[in-house]
């Protein structure tokens, strides 16, 4: 049975470092579902039950949900144990977004056409496409490919700088420790210690990898942040917290003992922040920012003792490997497009992302069994939610344990608001 005994160290108050980004709030309407033909129909039966209403939408939606799609039948298929279903889905979300969301010449001009559109094909919100390579760089990790796990989170990484038109630090710890941990699984030691030195300056308390420690273990718990409409006529884009969840801490079963999990990564932060700092909400495409910028709350912030972001520069998202080199730029249909002034906020987001990520490394053998217990908000265990998983090594002497107080369920068509 594993075992761990770390002391973390108190968080440091940092300096959150401004970021500028200039955005584009176009407004969705309800679209016609199309028809599905027999051939599509019966691909949608050929899938595990739980993905079938979500290739269903797939279809049904067409190119404008295409990416959304992508992600929620993703996400949905690596809970469920799907790996390749996961890998395969989102693939192609990469692929889509890097056509646009990739540090080119070509993808910065298919940028200024795309902010033209005011009824535009869903590409994410950058902690959106951000947690996109997150879930690959997982696959990989399981696969034992270091080199393209290391890629897939400095992606994210990149991908989290870029803030529409303009480049903005990033502070998305989860994909740096990440990195850092498939950096040591690689045998680049000194890769791994710069990605974690980068680390302290955004949580100084993280539980940095022991040399004995040769499994990871990584924990969802609550429900994704929401984009809202707000202000009249509702083109205002604000984003709030997910809702209907009670999980917000998470303990792992240590022989008799119960183990608080490190909560690494609060979503909605990311979703709400530019470069460690608070988005008051978007209007016309312009950010507004919250005056008082220390005044943003985070799961973090109470779970962690207010671990800071300090500002950090993405300069390793270059590194990207190469199965993320060849990418090849989708041409954007702008015909029929306009702009309009106020268009209503586009609201779709990517509803199966969780609240908060927590991890733990850990010494742990192949098929140890893992017990996963989720707490509220007073730390207090939440009533028949728990999570058992095990640890699988990937062949090369890593492991890793996936547990979340997510589970598929049937869910709206995206251009329904909450």
């Given at each position: 049975?594993?075992?761990?005994?770390?002391?973390?160290?108190?968080?440091?108050?940092?300096?959150?470092?401004?970021?500028?980004?200039?955005?584009?709030?176009?407004?969705?309407?309800?679209?016609?579902?199309?028809?599905?033909?027999?051939?599509?129909?019966?691909?949608?039966?050929?899938?595990?039950?739980?993905?079938?209403?979500?290739?269903?939408?797939?279809?049904?939606?067409?190119?404008?949900?295409?990416?959304?799609?992508?992600?929620?039948?993703?996400?949905?298929?690596?809970?469920?144990?799907?790996?390749?279903?996961?890998?395969?889905?989102?693939?192609?979300?990469?692929?889509?977004?890097?056509?646009?969301?990739?540090?080119?010449?070509?993808?910065?001009?298919?940028?200024?056409?795309?902010?033209?559109?005011?009824?535009?094909?869903?590409?994410?919100?950058?902690?959106?496409?951000?947690?996109?390579?997150?879930?690959?760089?997982?696959?990989?990790?399981?696969?034992?490919?270091?080199?393209?796990?290391?890629?897939?989170?400095?992606?994210?990484?990149?991908?989290?700088?870029?803030?529409?038109?303009?480049?903005?630090?990033?502070?998305?710890?989860?994909?740096?420790?990440?990195?850092?941990?498939?950096?040591l699984q690689m045998g680049s030691d000194q890769l791994a210690r710069e990605h974690f030195e980068e680390l302290k300056l955004y949580r100084p308390d993280a539980p940095i990898p022991d040399a004995d420690d040769n499994a990871l273990l990584i924990v969802e718990?609550?429900?994704?942040?929401?984009?809202?409409?707000?202000?009249?006529?509702?083109?205002?884009?604000?984003?709030?917290?997910?809702?209907?969840?009670?999980?917000?801490?998470?303990?792992?079963?240590?022989?008799?003992?119960?183990?608080?999990?490190?909560?690494?990564?609060?979503?909605?932060?990311?979703?709400?922040?530019?470069?460690?700092?608070?988005?008051?909400?978007?209007?016309?495409?312009?950010?507004?920012?919250?005056?008082?910028?220390?005044?943003?709350?985070?799961?973090?912030?109470?779970?962690?003792?207010?671990?800071?972001?300090?500002?950090?520069?993405?300069?390793?998202?270059?590194?990207?490997?190469?199965?993320?080199?060849?990418?090849?730029?989708?041409?954007?249909?702008?015909?029929?497009?306009?702009?309009?002034?106020?268009?209503?906020?586009?609201?779709?987001?990517?509803?199966?992302?969780?609240?908060?990520?927590?991890?733990?490394?850990?010494?742990?053998?192949?098929?140890?069994?893992?017990?996963?217990?989720?707490?509220?908000?007073?730390?207090?265990?939440?009533?028949?939610?728990?999570?058992?998983?095990?640890?699988?090594?990937?062949?090369?002497?890593?492991?890793?344990?996936?547990?979340?107080?997510?589970?598929?369920?049937?869910?709206?068509?995206?251009?329904?608001?909450?």
């Amino acid at each position: 049975m594993w075992f761990i005994d770390k002391t973390w160290l108190k968080p440091v108050l940092a300096t959150a470092i401004a970021g500028t980004l200039v955005g584009c709030a176009s407004g969705p309407k309800v679209y016609d579902r199309a028809t599905l033909a027999s051939s599509e129909q019966s691909l949608v039966d050929s899938k595990p039950d739980v993905l079938q209403a979500d290739f269903q939408n797939l279809f049904e939606e067409g190119q404008r949900n295409k990416v959304l799609n992508l992600m929620e039948i993703g996400v949905k298929a690596y809970r469920a144990g799907y790996r390749q279903e996961a890998r395969n889905t989102l693939t192609q979300a990469r692929l889509e977004i890097e056509s646009v969301y990739a540090d080119t010449d070509s993808a910065r001009k298919a940028r200024s056409i795309w902010y033209e559109e005011a009824e535009k094909d869903f590409k994410g919100e950058p902690y959106e496409r951000a947690m996109v390579y997150f879930y690959l760089g997982l696959i990989y990790l399981e696969e034992g490919d270091y080199g393209n796990a290391r890629a897939s989170f400095l992606a994210g990484l990149l991908q989290d700088a870029f803030a529409e038109e303009e480049q903005n630090s990033t502070d998305f710890a989860l994909l740096l420790y990440l990195a850092g941990w498939s950096a040591l699984q690689m045998g680049s030691d000194q890769l791994a210690r710069e990605h974690f030195e980068e680390l302290k300056l955004y949580r100084p308390d993280a539980p940095i990898p022991d040399a004995d420690d040769n499994a990871l273990l990584i924990v969802e718990t609550g429900k994704s942040p929401r984009k809202l409409g707000d202000g009249v006529g509702h083109y205002q884009l604000v984003y709030r917290r997910g809702k209907k969840f009670q999980d917000v801490s998470a303990e792992v079963r240590n022989g008799k003992e119960w183990l608080p999990l490190y909560p690494m990564e609060d979503i909605f932060f990311q979703a709400s922040t530019r470069g460690g700092r608070a988005i008051d909400r978007i209007v016309e495409g312009q950010i507004q920012f919250k005056e008082n910028t220390r005044a943003v709350g985070s799961t973090l912030s109470s779970a962690s003792q207010n671990s800071m972001l300090a500002g950090f520069s993405a300069a390793a998202g270059g590194a990207v490997g190469a199965g993320f080199a060849a990418i090849s730029l989708i041409s954007v249909a702008a015909d029929g497009m306009s702009a309009s002034a106020n268009t209503r906020a586009d609201i779709r987001y990517w509803k199966g992302l969780p609240d908060t990520i927590h991890l733990m490394p850990v010494t742990a053998a192949s098929g140890d069994p893992v017990t996963v217990r989720f707490l509220d908000k007073y730390g207090q265990p939440v009533p028949g939610l728990t999570d058992n998983t095990e640890f699988k090594f990937d062949g090369r002497g890593a492991g890793l344990a996936f547990a979340t107080s997510r589970r598929p369920i049937q869910e709206k068509t995206h251009d329904q608001a909450d």
